[in-house]
């Protein structure tokens, strides 16, 4: 890879020992010249070689800790907040609310350029704007990012802050994390023999760890100008479900001979049938269906080759057999 131009900065990264800090981490040493500093709280889930590189400094704690580092966030440059809680509450509000946003109170914004501060396309709606339903019956998960975005403002560097928003995440290795959906695409083919028979109204966009990586490279280099908006949507062009059904079907060899139309009334009965536990989240999610954004980014958007850019791109990634 060709080393970027960019002049060296100290950044602070948080959530580096995650599916997608292992992609980022990756993606900064081989293209940038900057120092990493990495607040990690259990070393031994980094599976890449820290030790040996001079330009990752680790940095021992967590998110409700952060002020025990606030001289080290004094010197900081720039900093990529990856990190988050998927527990239950109250820790989830801790890390996720609280913790992030002291940590960026701490950064002085004489010094540093920009915080590029990860949340998810789940608490926005079709125009990106914040899904109120979100912050009203979502998860513990989505509603403490939906809580922090809008706490935003608050701070003293708001101005610098980009937020990044990813939409389904793929990825992991033998050398990387797998993110939690990754994880279930063998599962999903076990399935498909079924699967390939259903049709359904709804759409998504999906990025992998290794383009959301670039992304983020990229908004580093070219950090928005003044006026400009500072929220990113990261992923590929939106996908309807019908065409992920049939580009996983094509890729595993199985033919589509009908489709059987997978309408709310009869979701709804195979969830009573089947006596489903559902959230009220989930019901929303079904009912909403088309979970697409404006102006998503990815490689592509600035002229680069995308990693993972179509769904059957994904299942050869993640180790699916293909159909010979």
Same mark, same amino acid.
């Given at each position: 890879m060709t080393r970027s131009a960019t002049s060296p900065q100290r950044l602070f990264i948080t959530g580096a020992s995650g599916c997608i800090g292992h992609y980022l981490?990756?993606?900064?040493? &081989?293209?940038? #010249?900057?120092?990493?500093?990495?607040?990690?709280?259990n070393p031994d889930k980094l599976r890449f070689d820290w030790q040996n590189c001079d330009r990752i400094h680790l940095v021992p704690g967590d998110l409700k800790g952060i002020q025990a580092h606030a001289d080290l966030l004094a010197t900081m440059d720039g900093a990529v907040l990856a990190a988050t809680s998927w527990g239950g509450a109250p820790e989830i509000y801790e890390v996720n609310v609280d913790g992030n946003l002291t940590l960026m109170s701490l950064l002085k914004g004489d010094r540093c350029q920009q915080v590029i501060y990860f949340s998810t396309a789940s608490i926005l709606d079709r125009h990106n704007?914040?899904?109120?339903? +979100? =912050?009203?019956? =979502?998860?513990?998960?989505? *509603? %403490?990012?939906y809580q922090c975005y809008l706490r935003l403002p608050e701070l003293a560097i708001a101005p610098r802050i980009t937020t990044v928003f990813p939409t389904l995440v793929f990825g992991g290795d033998d050398t990387k994390p797998y993110s939690h959906i990754s994880a279930g695409l063998t599962e999903v083919?076990?399935?498909?023999?079924?699967? @390939?028979?259903? %049709? +359904?109204? /709804?759409?998504?966009h999906f990025a992998h760890?290794?383009?959301?990586?670039?992304?983020?490279r990229h908004v580093i280099?070219? #950090?928005? =100008?003044? =006026?400009?908006?500072?929220?990113?949507?990261? /992923? &590929?062009?939106?996908?309807t479900v019908d065409d992920a059904i049939a580009q996983i079907s094509q890729y595993l060899g199985l033919r589509r001979f009908? @489709?059987?139309?997978?309408?709310?009334?009869? +979701?709804?009965?195979?969830?009573?049938?089947? &006596?489903? *536990?559902?959230?009220?989240?989930?019901r929303f999610c079904l009912r909403y269906r088309h979970f697409t954004?404006? &102006?998503?980014?990815?490689? +592509?958007s600035w002229g680069a080759e995308p990693y993972c850019p179509t769904v059957a791109d994904l299942m050869r990634l993640s180790g699916v057999p293909q159909h010979s």
């Open positions: 981490v990756e993606e900064l040493l &081989n293209t940038t #010249p900057h120092e990493l500093f990495l607040l990690v709280r704007h914040p899904l109120k339903e +979100a =912050g009203e019956i =979502g998860t513990d998960y989505i *509603r %403490s990012k083919a076990k399935w498909m023999r079924v699967i @390939r028979f259903l %049709s +359904a109204d /709804g759409s998504f760890g290794r383009d959301i990586a670039a992304v983020v280099e070219h #950090p928005p =100008g003044p =006026g400009k908006p500072r929220q990113v949507i990261i /992923g &590929n062009p939106a996908v009908f @489709r059987i139309p997978l309408s709310p009334w009869l +979701a709804d009965r195979i969830i009573d049938q089947f &006596n489903i *536990r559902m959230a009220e989240w989930d954004y404006e &102006n998503p980014i990815s490689p +592509a």
